[in-house]
């Protein structure tokens, strides 16, 4: 996309243009840095939609301010309390590093996941932007979660369309395992391997009741989670010292942190800042677009 844009006496050159990733495009034209047009955001949101997983390369530094500006494209932030760093530029902003002087040390590498699960409402979206690259490791790996859905066998998949994950934070909040995406109906996951208590069976937000499943159902599973998840795509995203900045559809990609050396001397200072947008509805097994449905 070239093209020139006349908003009031002012001419808007846009040079947008994307190439295909594993999961999600590679974005070019743009430097998020400066405030873009609104024609230009718009199509930078459809396609967080469309591919769930938007990269922008050589961005240099963006500022805390910028990030959080972007990251209400999409919505309210949602920031929580545990996640408050003294050296984070900002409210908003999730300070994560290998440093624990720098920033919140051991940040989602418990394993696969999406962000705010212990919420009612998961986040929709979430902001990254590596602001100090590690010389080795610390990759942010991404998978799609329409495809792992769709790698249940029928078998499982009849089993799992009756499951729903247990919050393990005090919340103990109980969302759906299967449901549709709350924007495109894409069969998508609620769920997180480092943040479970356990699986219920047929949960009714109603009475509230917990049909615990037992340790043999559990192991199912998650066994059954794994295999599929070692079964499709794995986009690993290797930062760059340029600016790497990515927008991340967080209900339809799950992610995990690669493994980094925590010693700041071998693999060099790692800090990446993490914005997180409030989910506009709870995971809910067949309907779209419905507000406060299951809860
Ligand atoms: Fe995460």
Same mark, same amino acid.
């Given at each position: 996309m070239n093209r020139f844009i006349i908003q009031g006496m002012k001419m808007i050159h846009s040079n947008y243009k994307s190439s295909p990733l594993p999961i999600g /495009?590679?974005? %070019?034209?743009?430097? *998020?840095k400066r405030q873009l047009d609104q024609v230009t955001v718009e199509r930078i949101?459809?396609?967080? $939609?469309?591919?769930?997983?938007?990269? %922008?390369?050589?961005?240099?530094?963006v500022d805390g301010h910028r990030q959080v500006e972007i990251s209400k494209w999409f919505g309210e932030i949602d920031n929580v309390s545990y996640a408050k760093h003294p050296m984070s530029p900002n409210i908003d902003i999730f300070r994560v590093s290998n440093?624990?002087?720098q920033g919140c040390t051991g940040v989602g590498i418990t394993g696969w996941h999406i962000d705010g $699960?212990?919420?009612?409402?998961?986040?929709?979206?979430? &902001?990254?932007?590596?602001?100090s690259v590690a010389k080795s490791?610390?990759? $942010?790996? %991404?998978?799609? *979660? $329409?495809?792992?859905?769709?790698s249940f066998s029928p078998e499982q998949r009849e089993f799992l369309n009756h499951v729903w994950m247990l919050s393990d934070r005090c919340s103990h909040l109980c969302h759906p395992? /299967?449901?549709p995406h709350p924007l495109t109906g894409r069969p998508t996951m609620c769920f997180h391997q480092g943040m479970t208590s356990g699986f219920v069976r047929d949960y009714d937000p109603t009475s509230g009741k917990l049909d615990l499943l037992n340790e043999e159902e559990n192991k199912s599973v998650i066994s059954a989670i794994q295999s599929a998840i070692e079964s499709v795509t794995v986009?690993?995203?290797?930062? *760059?010292?340029?600016?790497?900045?990515?927008?991340?559809?967080? *209900?339809?990609?799950?992610?995990?942190?690669?493994? &980094?050396?925590s010693s700041v001397e071998t693999a060099?200072?790692? &800090?990446?800042h993490r914005v997180t947008v409030a989910g506009k509805t709870s995971p809910c097994k067949n309907t779209l677009q419905k507000q406060d449905c299951c809860y």
């Open positions: /495009i590679e974005v %070019f034209g743009v430097d *998020l949101k459809e396609d967080v $939609t469309k591919h769930r997983l938007v990269v %922008f390369r050589n961005q240099g530094v440093d624990p002087v $699960t212990f919420r009612s409402e998961p986040y929709s979206h979430s &902001i990254y932007h590596m602001v490791g610390g990759d $942010t790996m %991404f998978i799609p *979660l $329409t495809q792992v859905v769709e395992l /299967i449901y986009y690993s995203h290797k930062w *760059l010292e340029t600016g790497d900045f990515i927008l991340s559809d967080n *209900l339809a990609v799950g992610h995990r942190a690669g493994s &980094i050396p060099g200072l790692r &800090i990446l």
